[in-house]
């Protein structure tokens, strides 16, 4: 059974500093893509950053662009999200993810490019 398990999360200070984790389990992800998406209630799961399987590739939603960094640990399977400066804004449940298929090079946005998701973590920042 595949499972992704997000760790991290929590409460923060305007202008503090967070490191979500995503520990992936029943299968290798090394060689797919990988992400981090976030929602708060009421509103549409948004897309945050997403990695290439080999970590030539990057992308962020503009909101996060210059404090956030997406990173993976393909020997521990794991893919990490470093929140630096973090907003009242980035408030919200952060859902890690990852591609079925491999070695697909363009990163995607939806949520719909992503067969697997963890159960979240939820991360809170006050003003």
């Known amino acids: 059974q595949v499972q992704l398990v997000e760790s991290g999360g929590g409460l923060v200070q305007t202008g503090g500093s967070l490191r979500l984790s995503c520990a992936a389990s029943?299968?290798?992800?090394?060689?797919?893509?990988m992400g981090w998406f976030r929602q708060v209630p009421g509103k549409e799961r948004e897309f945050v950053a997403a990695?290439?399987?080999?970590?030539?590739?990057?992308l962020y939603v503009d909101s996060v662009k210059g404090r956030f960094t997406i990173s993976r640990d393909n020997a521990k399977n794991t893919v990490y999200l470093q929140m630096n400066s973090l907003k009242p804004e980035d408030t919200a449940v952060y859902y890690c993810?990852?591609?079925?298929?491999?070695?697909?090079?363009?990163?995607?946005?939806?949520?719909?490019?992503?067969?697997?998701w963890g159960q979240g973590t939820q991360v809170t920042v006050s003003s």
């Open positions: 029943g299968r290798t992800f090394s060689n797919s893509a």
């Open positions: 993810v990852a591609k079925r298929l491999a070695f697909t090079e363009v990163l995607r946005t939806t949520t719909l490019d992503y067969s697997y």
């Open positions: 990695i290439n399987w080999n970590s030539a590739r990057t």
